[in-house]
């Protein structure tokens, strides 16, 4: 059994700042990628900053510059600090991972999403 918890959502006004944090438990015997994705209403989820074990990170066009993805591979976490946000960023946000369970099998997991609402 794994579980995949978010938090750190809320009403920003445009400008601000925002950290989410997403940390996995559970029957984990290793950690493959660690992301996030957002999903606006109306449009499809999509993808925001992704970090493999080991490998440099990856960001959408739309968040280079003002998101900063880390993990902290001890605690099964990954961050995601955004700055200068915009109201174009308002969306559901999903941790994602992808976990290597103790039985030996490979599996993605999605948070179950946290809001982030950027509204003078």
């Known amino acids: 059994q794994v579980q995949v918890v978010e938090s750190g959502g809320g009403l920003v006004q445009p400008g601000g700042s925002l950290r989410l944090s997403c940390a996995a438990s559970?029957?984990?015997?290793?950690?493959?990628?660690m992301g996030w994705y957002r999903q606006a209403p109306g449009r499809q989820r999509e993808l925001v900053a992704t970090?493999?074990?080991?490998?440099?990170?990856i960001y959408a066009e739309s968040v280079k510059d003002r998101f900063t993805i880390s993990r902290d591979n001890a605690k099964n976490a990954v961050y995601l600090q955004m700055n200068s946000l915009k109201p174009e960023d308002t969306a559901v946000y999903y941790c994602?991972?992808?976990?290597?369970?103790?039985?030996?099998?490979?599996?993605?997991?999605w948070g179950q999403g946290t809001q982030v609402t950027v509204s003078s």
């Open positions: 994602n991972t992808e976990i290597i369970t103790t039985q030996g099998n490979k599996y993605i997991y």
């Open positions: 970090m493999p074990g080991g490998g440099a990170p």
């Open positions: 559970g029957s984990i015997s290793g950690i493959y990628v």
